[in-house]
């Protein structure tokens, strides 16, 4: 048996898809950027999420350079829980922003917490079914202290008006704890009461039943819950099948609110047409395959639940992310991992990825060993009779 050595592939794979998320932010901002500074300068957006990429790769290199198994010390999980659910109480002392309250922000720096409930939820299932490996159905022990960390990150950022994020959670839930080895009945049950609390938040909501009127029929509502769809639309419809040109896309000149954020997607449509977006789209498909080949091939079941609970958050919400912009599902502000601009998301989801090299360096795989040589048998000439 040997160590496996850094898996450059999917480090390389995250740093193209982080490049090139910085180029598109330069190309979706450059005009608001020079209208926010007066004509100053367009490169305000790209400065920053730029230097956000390059902490971000210092940090999954580093990340990446660690022993995955301090994550596994209790002291180290909960004192991580404590800190991120005290985190996403802080928001709330903060001026909430287009409604929602979901950023620290201290003298011009912003910072949003439940980027840290995506890596400190799979982190604590990870640890916790570990544990309780023997007693994955063991309702006080194990299903309980699970259901209560999803309940306190989930409720939080549920309270934070952030329901994609809190979806991605349940999904990050089922996934790891189906993969630890729970009954189908058990996962079913769970998955059931999530919905009806999903279905609840919606239609006790009016702005969200407003939202699912307009992801029913967009062009109906264009000019108001619908406008950012239906715009997204246009955008990605007129880039065909090789787009406009890098930064010659229209919909973003103030048509498409916020287009280097949670609309990135559709410029990238417009400007690099279908060759542009399916290129994404592999990439995360191949990120997914290297993801879940790290944690499939874990040393050790901390280390297969961790990486699988890691993978499944950034690919469910790349998931998210381009089916909202492509009116798939309804309308929901959540950034695409690595290419939206914001630090937290590109940091916290580079760290994830850092945690996944640690793992697959981890991994132990079999030396190939040339095989033997066949050794000839002499036959027996068969007596004449």
């Known amino acids: 048996m040997k160590e496996n050595r850094t898996d450059w592939f999917m480090f390389g794979l995250t740093a193209m898809l982080a490049l090139f998320g910085a180029m598109m932010v ?18 305000t957006y790209f400065y920053k999420q730029i ?88 309702l006080k022990g194990t299903v309980l202290p699970c259901l209560i960390a999803l309940g306190v990150l989930g409720g939080l950022v549920f309270l934070e008006k952030d329901l994609g994020t809190t979806i991605v959670l349940c999904a990050v839930f089922s996934v790891v704890y189906f993969s630890a080895g729970a009954r189908i009945l058990h996962i079913a049950s769970v998955a059931g009461v999530l919905v009806l609390i999903g279905a609840a938040a919606i239609f006790f909501a009016p702005w969200r039943v407003a939202r699912m009127m307009a992801f029913l029929d967009p062009f109906q509502y264009a000019d108001d819950e619908g406008y950012q769809v239906v715009q997204s639309l246009y955008a990605i419809g007129s880039g065909g099948i090789f787009g406009e040109g890098f930064a010659q896309g229209h919909q973003k000149l103030f048509y498409l609110p916020y287009p280097y954020s949670d609309f990135i997607f559709s410029v990238v449509g417009e400007e690099l047409g279908l060759v542009g977006t399916l290129a994404v789209v592999v990439a995360f498909g191949l990120l997914l395959w290297r993801g879940s080949r790290a944690a499939l091939m874990a040393p050790d079941r901390f280390g297969k639940l961790l990486g699988i609970g890691i993978i499944t958050g ?61 050794r000839r048998v002499p036959r027996r000439r068969e007596r004449m009779a």
């Open 26 to 43: 330069y190309s979706a901002s450059a005009m608001f950027a020079l209208k926010e500074t007066e004509s100053t300068s367009q490169f």
């Open 51 to 138: 230097g956000f990429t390059a902490g971000g790769l210092a940090a999954m290199f580093l990340v990446s350079r660690f022993d995955y198994h301090i994550l596994q010390n209790r002291w180290v999980v909960y004192s991580l829980c404590f800190v991120t659910a005290a985190l996403l109480l802080a928001v709330f002392f903060f001026p909430a922003i287009n409604g929602a309250q979901r950023w620290i922000r201290i003298s011009g720096f912003s910072f949003q917490p439940s980027e840290i409930a995506k890596l400190t939820l799979p982190i604590f299932l990870a640890f916790k079914l570990t544990e309780k490996e023997d007693d994955i159905g063991d």
């Open 314 to 374: 950034i690919i469910v919400q790349a998931l998210f992310n381009i089916s909202v912009v492509t009116s798939i599902l309804p309308a929901k502000g959540i950034p695409l991992p690595f290419i939206s601009y914001g630090g937290s998301s590109v940091v916290v989801s580079m760290i994830g990825v850092g945690i996944l090299l640690s793992i697959s360096r981890s991994a132990q795989v079999p030396e190939y060993r040339e095989p033997s040589p066949r």
